[in-house]
């Protein structure tokens, strides 16, 4: 797992105009080959009538699988150029489908080239770009009179809180670095005066806007 990196926030849509012709940007996650064709094939279904649902997507932690496709339009000037604004904006498991609707007004190679790269960077600023970092859940097991404290302090802090579950004892969850374990257990066992159970828990990712 890769303790840190960027790919589009979720699943959007962004529309520009060129010339007359429509450009319509579609974006989603996927972490693997078959969801980013079943994507391709809703947005394709979806707009059936359109000229061309030109296609790319990057998969995998070092880009192992890669594709660009033009849809009928000129090789290489559509597909490439889209795949091209993933690999310059360094975005993970993404893929995007842009829609032509034809306008009437030729845009030429180098038109084309600029047109569908413009719309996938349009899109992605748009749609938003996460950066997604690796942590851990560290859980520290609190009686109660400890909670204000610690809350107080967590949000104080340079830790991120995740939640706090009331159980027998409250369970104050947080979001750690994994460069930061040892640093949090010895703050949190200061802040409590050695009274806290400190258990690290599962590895997550964690997002944050850019």
Known sequence: MLPTYQTVKGRGDHEIIIQKSRFISYFSRATTEEE??????????????ANHNCSAYLIGEQDNIQKANDDGEPSGTAGVPMLEVLKKRQLKDTVVVVTRYFGGIKLGAGGLIRAYGGAVSEGLNAVGVVERKLMQVMHAHLDYHW?????????????????????????????????????????MTNLTNGQAKIERGE???LETDL
């Open 36 to 49: 980013a064709q079943a994507f391709i094939e809703e947005i394709k279904k979806k707009h059936r009538d």
């Open 203 to 205: 590895e997550v990712y």
């Open 147 to 187: 909670l204000g404290k610690v809350e107080n302090e967590l949000r104080q802090s340079i830790y991120q809180l995740k939640q706090i579950e009331y159980l027998d004892q409250v369970d104050v969850q947080t979001y750690v670095a994994s460069d930061e374990l040892d640093a949090f257990e010895e703050w």
